[in-house]
T-cell receptor, first 113, second 113 residues
Framework: DQQVKQNSPSLSVQEGRISILNCDYT??????FLWYKKYPAEGPTFLIS?????DKNEDGRFTVFLNKSAKHLSLHIVPSQPGDSAVYFC????????????FGSGTKLNVKP | ETGVTQSPTHLIKTRGQQVTLRCSSQ?????VSWYQQALGQGPQFIFQ???????GRGNFPPRFSGLQFPNYSSELNVNALELDDSALYLC????????????FGPGTRLTVL
């Protein structure tokens, strides 16, 4: 069962513009959400996270928004840079099973110079 | 600080064989999780080890087993390999406190022929 879904397999954005990556989930017990970035031949790298008690978390060019009622989160990258080109995964976990992370299938972001 | 390392990088096996993959956790981390990432999919949780004990398991059959050693390094063993076991196997290490992010290794690419 796919409890975390990323419905856009790919996204192409011009350098300097905003990139918006979306993620939907079905499990209302998820209380912690993360975004990971993955370059080819490397493991996923942690980018930013958000607890379910917040609706926004910002770290430099990266902002994650959480809409609990819609079971939706998004990652905004402003401004986008060519080095941001990678596959982005969202992940989630529950408080009662916090060692198990559920990942989406990923969105490949291409930032064009 | 040493990051998460995995060996081997690539591996080719035939159906029915057995395979052992290895992971060294990041310095100071006592928890290791294993994930299977099939082509075009996100990582799927196999199991986690904490202080040499299995501490949570995903929806994988018993032929997937693991070990964690006193130095917190870990092995993933897969018996009776099937074609569908072909995937990237990722190891992630983390500490045990609070909302801890997981730090991933580069993965082992397993091909089953």
């Amino acid at each position: 069962d796919q409890q975390v879904k990323q419905n856009s397999p790919s996204l192409s954005v011009q350098e300097g513009r905003i990139s918006i990556l979306n993620c939907d989930y079905t499990n209302s017990m998820f209380d912690y959400f993360l975004w990971y970035k993955k370059y080819p031949a490397e493991g996923p790298t942690f980018l930013i996270s958000i607890s379910s008690i917040k609706d926004k978390n910002e770290d430099g060019r990266f902002t994650v928004f959480l809409n609990k009622s819609a079971k939706h989160l998004s990652l905004h990258i402003v401004p986008s840079q060519p080095g941001d080109s990678a596959v982005y995964f969202c992940a989630a976990r529950t408080e009662y099973n916090f060692n198990k992370f559920y990942f989406g299938s990923g969105t490949k972001l291409n930032v064009k110079p | 600080e040493t990051g998460v390392t995995q060996s081997p990088t690539h591996l080719i096996k035939t159906r029915g064989q057995q395979v052992t993959l290895r992971c060294s956790s990041q310095s100071g981390h006592n928890t290791v999780s294993w994930y299977q990432q099939a082509l075009g999919q996100g990582p799927q949780f196999i199991f986690q080890y904490y202080r040499e004990e299995e501490n949570g398991r995903g929806n994988f059959p018993p032929r997937f087993s693991g070990l964690q050693f006193p130095n917190y390094s870990s092995e993933l063993n897969v018996n009776a390999l099937e074609l569908d076991d072909s995937a990237l196997y990722l190891c992630a290490s983390s500490g045990r406190t609070g909302n801890n992010e997981q730090f991933f290794g580069p993965g082992t690419r397993l091909t089953v022929l």
